[in-house]
C-alpha cells in the first residue's frame, strides 16, 4: 500500500515512513556527523576578521572560543536524545552513551544507524528524525565544507521511475552554467528539448501526491 514520505511528503510504495532517497540520505548525513564535530574543533579559535579584541594596549580581550562555534558543537547532543527516544519507543533500556562528547556522538550514531530498518519501517518520529539531523548537517556543513559555488535553480521532483515502476524522486536542481538538468540519485538527464515534458511530468506526480494525502 503506498504511503507518503514523512520527510519529504512524496508518495512511497514500499509502506515505509521514509522513502528510499531520503533513507539514504540520512544515513549518510548521520555518518559524516562524527567527523564534521572533529573538524569543527578547527574553527573555534577567533579569526582575525571576528572583531573580537585588538592587539592595542587597554583594548578588550579577545574571546579565547567563538561562542557560535561552541554552541554549534553543543547540538551534536541532540543525537544522543534520538537514540533515547528510539529506545524509548521501542520498550529498551536506555543506550550507554558513557565517554567525552565525540564518543558519546559515535555510540549514538551507531546505534541509530542499527535501529534504521525500524525507524524506516514504522516509526512515526522518523520524518522529524530527518528533519533535524538534515539540519544539524547542514549547518555544520557551512562552516567545515562551504559550498563556494553559487546555488542552483530547484527544478522539482525527479519523475523517472525504476524497472519496478518505483519513482526516483529526489530533487533535481539546475546548476549555474549547466544546460542539462541531471539527477544526483538516478543519473537521470533531461537536456533543454525534454525541459516542457519533464514540467509536465512533475506537475502530474505533485498533483497526484497533494490529492493522494
Known amino acids: 500500500m503506498d504511503t507518503t514520505c514523512t520527510h519529504c511528503h512524496n508518495p512511497d510504495p514500499t509502506g515505509s515512513t521514509l522513502c528510499v532517497p531520503c533513507t539514504t540520505t540520512l544515513t549518510r548525513q548521520l555518518q559524516q ?26 583594548g578588550p580581550v579577545p574571546l579565547p572560543l567563538r561562542v557560535d562555534i561552541l554552541d554549534l558543537r553543543a547540538e551534536f547532543e541532540t543525537v544522543s536524545g534520538w537514540l533515547s ?30 535501529h534504521m ?26 562552516v567545515v565544507n562551504p559550498d563556494p559555488r553559487p546555488r542552483g535553480r530547484r527544478i522539482g521532483h525527479c519523475p523517472a521511475a525504476y524497472e ?18 541531471s539527477c544526483e540519485w538516478c543519473s537521470a538527464s533531461y537536456p533543454p528539448a ?16 497533494s490529492s493522494a494525502a
Open 85 to 114: 527516544a528510539v529506545h524509548d519507543a521501542r520498550r529498551l533500556r536506555a543506550p550507554r552513551l558513557a565517554g567525552d562528547s565525540l564518543t558519546r556522538l559515535h555510540t549514538a550514531v551507531a546505534g541509530l544507524l542499527a
Open 117 to 142: 530498518p525500524w525507524i524506516v519501517a514504522t516509526w512515526p518520529g522518523a520524518g522529524d528524525l530527518a528533519q533535524e539531523i538534515g539540519e544539524l548537517h547542514r549547518n555544520a556543513s557551512s
Open 194 to 209: 525534454l525541459w516542457a515534458g519533464l514540467k509536465k511530468l512533475i506537475d502530474a506526480d505533485a498533483s497526484h501526491a
Open 33 to 58: 556527523l562524527p567527523p564534521m564535530y572533529e573538524a569543527l574543533a578547527g574553527h573555534l579559535a577567533p579569526g582575525s576578521s571576528s572583531g573580537q579584541g585588538r592587539a592595542g594596549k587597554g
Open 164 to 181: 519496478d515502476g518505483v519513482l526516483c524522486g529526489a530533487v533535481l536542481t539546475l546548476r549555474p552554467g549547466e544546460q542539462v538538468v
